[in-house]
Nanobody, 115 residues
Framework: QVRLVESGGGLVQAGGSLRLSCAAS????????MGWHRQAPGKQRELVAQ???????NYADSVKGRFTISRDNPKNTVYLQMNSLKPEDTAVYYC?????????WGQGTQVTVSS
């Protein structure tokens, strides 16, 4: 079983920055994809960014140029650096790890951007 623990959410003013972290533990594979999704009230959960163990990354168009995903493979940790935050970035952010045909999710961390 894979366990994901997120940290780093909070309240920030528009234009500010936050850094999210997600650490994986348990029975984990060295080949995986880790990413961040978000869900705003009344909206569907959407992919924000993801990265694979071979370095492939993908971003949602709405965050390109503002957010950067990175990972520390020995620490089984993925980060999301969020700059130039906008009120529309307000959501619960969830970490996801995909490996061996299964998806694992963190508990979510709230990010609130005030205008």
């Amino acid at each position: 079983q894979v366990r994901l623990v997120e940290s780093g959410g909070g309240l920030v003013q528009a234009g500010g920055s936050l850094r999210l972290s997600c650490a994986a533990s348990g029975s984990i594979s060295s080949i995986n994809v880790m990413g961040w999704h978000r869900q705003a009230p009344g909206k569907q959960r959407e992919l924000v960014a993801q990265t694979s163990t071979v370095g492939t990354t993908n971003y949602a168009d709405s965050v390109k140029g503002r957010f950067t995903i990175s990972r520390d493979n020995p620490k089984n940790t993925v980060y999301l650096q969020m700059n130039s935050l906008k009120p529309e970035d307000t959501a619960v952010y969830y970490c996801r790890r995909s490996e061996l045909g299964r998806d694992y999710w963190g508990q979510g961390t709230q990010v609130t951007v005030s205008s």
